[in-house]
T-cell receptor
């Protein structure tokens, strides 16, 4: 069953702009993970944020977690054409990993 | 390290045929899993294994078998292929189990006619 739901389903931005996508979930979690999938490829892990953490950074990526609202956001700053991909949040609840349906991000040159 | 490898990349089957999707990892990960990815539905867990000789069912196990005789290999068998099994299949492994970072293979695109 899908625990996390991403919003929006699709996002189109200009190169250099920031991209923000959100993930909402229903039950308490152990951690939340974000993955990227380029077209026709496997998923690549981006960031894992634990339930007791509020924010994590990795390069141009910033992830926040608000457990009171049961939501997370992924911000990509200064986007590049290579950031064109689908982004998935995955929640871990009771040590079960569940993926959302993803946000498709297109970065226009 | 090759990471997680999957073969074949593409496969076309006729209804009723059987086949095995291969998955191997060279990271000495105890936890391995199989997912299917269908449009608009995210990834759904088929089967998983917490170590050699131990497997368990995920969310959508019907029509699939797995075994884990070694730490490195985790093959997925389709017993009698059906059109509903047309999908992209991903194998993943992790050091610390389902709650840890997952490392994914490149996927197998399967079409069942």
């Amino acid at each position: 069953s899908q625990q996390g739901e991403e919003d929006p389903q699709a996002l189109s931005i200009q190169e250099g702009e920031n991209a923000t996508m959100n993930c909402s979930y229903k039950t308490s979690i152990n951690n939340l993970q974000w993955y990227r999938q380029n077209s026709g490829r496997g998923l690549v892990h981006l960031i894992l944020i634990r339930s007791n953490e509020r924010e994590k950074h990795s390069g141009r990526l910033r992830v926040t977690l608000d457990t009171s609202k049961k939501s997370s956001s992924l911000l990509i700053t200064a986007s590049r054409a290579a950031d064109t991909a689908s982004y998935f949040c995955a929640t871990v609840a009771h040590y079960k990993l569940s993926f959302g349906a993803g946000t498709t991000v297109t970065v226009r040159a | 390290n090759a990471g997680v490898t999957q073969t074949p990349k593409f496969q076309v089957l006729k209804t009723g045929q059987s086949m095995t999707l291969q998955c191997a990892q060279d990271m000495n990960h105890e936890y391995m899993s199989w997912y299917r990815q269908d449009p608009g539905m995210g990834l759904r867990l088929i089967h998983y294994s917490v170590g050699a000789g131990i497997t368990d069912q995920g969310e959508v196990p019907n029509g699939y078998n797995v075994s884990r005789s070694t730490t490195e290999d985790f093959p997925l068998r389709l017993l009698s292929a059906a059109p509903s099994q047309t999908s992209v299949y991903f194998c993943a492994s992790s050091r610390g189990g389902s709650a840890d970072t997952q490392y994914f293979g490149p996927g197998t695109r399967l079409t069942v006619l």
